[in-house]
T-cell receptor, first 115, second 114 residues
Framework: GENVEQHPSTLSVQEGDSAVIKCTYSDSASNYFPWYKQELGKRPQLIIDIRSNVGEKKDQRIAVTLNKTAKHFSLHITETQPEDSAVYFCAASYRRGGATNKLIFGTGTLLAVQP | GAGVSQSPSNKVTEKGKDVELRCDPISGHTALYWYRQSLGQGLEFLIYFQGNSAPDKSGLPSDRFSAERTGGSVSTLTIQRTQQEDSAVYLC????????????FGPGTRLLVL
């Protein structure tokens, strides 16, 4: 079945420290893995994504790594700032009936960056 | 340009009533998705549209839920005979052509069933 597990559910770090959020997916055909950030009361917004043909992607303080063999992918935020505080969702594309037509989301990680 | 819009932003209804939620995707986006987010929970997939057709309705919780899309643009999610457990934020998203692209979310409709 389709499933994405996300850990931890909550994460508290000191400003300037790094934060790592991990996800595991079940569909070996998944080939697209986005990460969304949702601030309180706001809509989810894409912060970074990775496709199955690469193992790592960076964008300033944010990086994502992908291990297709283990079906794991992770979000890394370095030099965290208070404005990074939000709920982060991972997702994996899912193929049904031969067509990839949706994303399955993890349950979210509440990141709190303490000043 | 304009992003994804949804209406109403908030809806309070009584148990047993029907409600309609509307989504206006980004112009030119052929793929449209509906999700449900309960308080403090993740994003639960409901239905996917490609143009006006819905290849995947697997996430609809029951036959009280239905959705349609007309003209390859606006979509309406209808919940009949609402129940208290239907209370949640209903989010709509669109992407240019397919799921493996950035999905842009609307602000959501907060539904409260009393």
């Amino acid at each position: 079945g389709e499933n994405v597990e996300q850990h931890p559910s909550t994460l508290s770090v000191q400003e300037g420290d790094s934060a790592v959020i991990k996800c595991t997916y079940s569909d070996s055909a998944s080939n697209y893995f986005p990460w969304y950030k949702q601030e309180l009361g706001k809509r989810p917004q894409l912060i970074i994504d990775i496709r199955s043909n690469v193992g790592e992607k960076k964008d300033q303080r944010i990086a994502v790594t992908l291990n297709k063999t283990a079906k794991h992918f992770s979000l890394h935020i370095t030099e965290t700032q208070p404005e990074d505080s939000a709920v982060y969702f991972c997702a994996a594309s899912y193929r049904r009936g031969g067509a990839t037509n949706k994303l399955i989301f993890g349950t979210g990680t509440l990141l709190a960056v303490q000043p | 340009g304009a992003g994804v819009s949804q209406s109403p932003s908030n809806k309070v209804t009584e148990k047993g009533k029907d409600v309609e939620l509307r989504c206006d995707p980004i112009s030119g986006h052929t793929a449209l998705y509906w999700y449900r987010q309960s308080l403090g929970q993740g994003l639960e997939f409901l239905i996917y549209f490609q143009g006006n057709s819905a290849p995947d309705k697997s996430g609809l919780p029951s036959d009280r839920f239905s959705a349609e899309r007309t003209g390859g643009s606006v979509s309406t999610l209808t919940i009949q005979r609402t129940q208290q457990e239907d209370s949640a934020v209903y989010l709509c998203a669109s992407s240019l052509t397919r799921a493996q692209e950035t999905q842009y979310f609307g602000p959501g409709t907060r539904l409260l069933v009393l």
